[in-house]
């Protein structure tokens, strides 16, 4: 069994009232606060690196905490987004193990990720189930979430594996760092295995059916996460088939706007990828890896199909679950979908569990890392996500 408390501040420059304002909130003074084991996840605006607030609170609170910085985090009080929002996790009979890989490359990745678990496992009794691998990761421009996710599979076969790229609030991201025992890495992956009967249920919202256009093309070439065609045509040429149109240069007009759903032809719910943009060979750069022959769809997002996707995912798993935490990552495509409105999708999920006593953690991200369920609705595949809410119980 897992407890859970959260924790929010706004307080950026003053370290000493940062630091109060979260101790006050998570109570820890009181008996039974914490149990055996105990880990913190936390999520922040770059700024409260630069003040020292991450660091302060590495310092003084008695567990390791691992997390990522954000543009937006909520919990059941609110959303901001100049904030930090930490989560406890404790447990009698979960025991969280950290990890810190060495800098990830695209020629080293897997070999440092694999490493890092290595080191992390060394020394545990080979009888404890590895229930959950959470994981904080980079963003970088050579590396995709499929990375972690391939390597997941590898290190820890059946194992699922649920996390987040980092980002910021700059116009580049580049302040996007994961956050380790108070230090944070530009290039290093973060992580917490939870060894014991965790029991995480996950959940996705992306799109509506009614947002999917019905025409199903299946991908007749790909590699990794460049779609090069479609039903035999490259895929400027399906997609003007659609009704998308190229300008004089070739380039699709808005590609970042209509979001693709990928049917894997495994059984497994289909996953949302986005496309940046198009080469003058007619392929499309996309979000994650598209696998030869799937079926793939173009939908439309737009801010009311944002909010109405994460309020209806939600009220569904918590009509199913009661979880003592939750867990829930968003796309930074989400976010800015809403336009003037950013923090619609968030102030709807505080709405939804404001009186739930949950704890409730909410971050925004560059990627989310998340299972499927297969065709018995019980075993996971692990996926990358994008413009993607993903959501895990505890």
Same mark, same amino acid.
């Given at each position: 069994?897992?407890?859970?408390?959260?924790?929010?501040?706004?307080?950026?420059?003053?370290?000493?009232?940062?630091?109060?304002?979260?101790?006050?909130?998570?109570?820890l003074?009181? /008996?039974?606060? $914490?149990?055996?084991?105990?880990?913190?996840? $936390?999520?922040? &605006?770059?700024?409260?690196?630069?003040?020292?607030?991450?660091?302060?609170?590495? /310092?003084?609170?008695?567990?390791?905490?691992?997390?990522?910085?954000? $543009?937006c985090?909520?919990?059941?009080?609110?959303?901001?987004?100049?904030?930090?929002?930490? +989560?406890?996790? +404790?447990?009698?009979?979960?025991?969280?193990?950290?990890?810190?890989?060495? !800098?990830?490359?695209?020629?080293?990745g897997?070999?440092?990720?694999?490493?890092?678990?290595?080191?992390?496992?060394?020394?545990?009794?080979?009888?404890?189930?590895?229930? #959950?691998i #959470?994981?904080?990761?980079?963003?970088?421009?050579?590396?995709s =979430?499929?990375?972690?996710?391939?390597?997941?599979?590898?290190?820890a076969?059946?194992?699922?594996?649920?996390?987040?790229?980092?980002?910021?609030?700059?116009?580049?991201?580049?302040?996007?760092q994961?956050?380790?025992?108070?230090?944070?890495?530009?290039?290093?992956?973060?992580?917490?295995?939870? *060894?014991?009967?965790?029991?995480?249920?996950?959940?996705?919202?992306?799109?509506?059916p009614?947002?999917?256009?019905?025409?199903?093309?299946?991908?007749?070439?790909?590699?990794?996460?460049?779609? @090069?065609?479609?039903?035999?045509?490259?895929?400027?040429? &399906?997609?003007?088939?659609?009704?998308?149109?190229?300008?004089?240069?070739?380039?699709? @007009? =808005?590609?970042?706007?209509?979001?693709?759903?990928v049917?894997?032809?495994?059984?497994?719910?289909?996953?949302?990828?986005?496309?940046?943009?198009?080469?003058?060979?007619?392929?499309?750069?996309?979000?994650?890896?598209?696998?030869?022959?799937?079926?793939?769809?173009?939908?439309?997002?737009?801010? /009311?199909?944002?909010?109405?996707?994460?309020?209806?995912? #939600?009220?569904?798993?918590?009509?199913?679950?009661?979880?003592?935490?939750?867990?829930?990552?968003?796309?930074?495509?989400? *976010?800015? *979908?809403?336009?003037?409105?950013?923090l619609?999708? %968030?102030?709807?999920?505080?709405?939804?569990?404001?009186?739930?006593?949950?704890?409730?953690?909410?971050?925004?991200?560059?990627?989310e890392?998340? !299972?499927?369920?297969?065709?018995?609705?019980?075993?996971?595949?692990?996926?990358?996500?994008?413009?993607?809410? %993903?959501?895990?119980?505890?």
């Amino acid at each position: 069994m897992i407890k859970a408390f959260t924790a929010h501040t706004a307080e950026i420059d003053d370290v000493d009232s940062a630091l109060a304002e979260i101790k006050e909130q998570l109570n820890l003074d009181s /008996d039974g606060r $914490l149990l055996k084991n105990s880990i913190g996840i $936390l999520s922040c &605006y770059s700024d409260f690196l630069d003040s020292g607030v991450v660091r302060a609170l590495s /310092d003084a609170l008695p567990f390791e905490i691992i997390g990522s910085t954000t $543009l937006c985090s909520a919990t059941v009080d609110g959303a901001e987004t100049m904030a930090l929002t930490l +989560t406890v996790m +404790t447990s009698d009979d979960v025991n969280f193990i950290v990890g810190l890989s060495e !800098p990830i490359t695209l020629n080293n990745g897997e070999a440092a990720l694999r490493a890092a678990y290595e080191a992390a496992v060394l020394g545990r009794d080979t009888e404890e189930k590895l229930s #959950l691998i #959470l994981s904080f990761s980079p963003l970088l421009l050579d590396v995709s =979430g499929e990375l972690y996710v391939n390597t997941a599979n590898k290190v820890a076969p059946g194992v699922p594996l649920f996390g987040m790229l980092a980002v910021d609030h700059s116009s580049d991201y580049h302040g996007s760092q994961v956050i380790c025992n108070g230090e944070a890495y530009t290039d290093r992956c973060a992580f917490a295995l939870l *060894f014991g009967e965790a029991n995480p249920k996950f959940f996705l919202a992306s799109l509506s059916p009614e947002k999917i256009y019905r025409e199903k093309g299946v991908v007749s070439a790909s590699h990794g996460g460049l779609l @090069q065609s479609v039903n035999g045509m490259t895929t400027v040429k &399906y997609l003007e088939t659609l009704g998308h149109k190229a300008d004089s240069n070739g380039n699709i @007009q =808005g590609i970042n706007t209509f979001p693709l759903l990928v049917d894997y032809n495994d059984g497994t719910s289909p996953v949302v990828r986005s496309m940046f943009t198009n080469t003058p060979d007619g392929a499309a750069v996309c979000g994650g890896d598209i696998p030869l022959g799937a079926t793939l769809s173009v939908a439309s997002i737009n801010a /009311d199909e944002i909010v109405a996707t994460a309020a209806a995912t #939600l009220t569904s798993a918590l009509e199913q679950y009661k979880p003592a935490c939750a867990f829930l990552f968003s796309c930074v495509g989400r *976010f800015f *979908f809403l336009g003037y409105e950013p923090l619609k999708e %968030a102030e709807k999920v505080c709405e939804i569990v404001k009186d739930s006593g949950i704890a409730v953690h909410l971050a925004y991200c560059s990627g989310e890392l998340c !299972p499927v369920y297969g065709n018995d609705g019980k075993t996971t595949i692990n996926r990358a996500h994008n413009i993607t809410l %993903a959501i895990c119980f505890f």
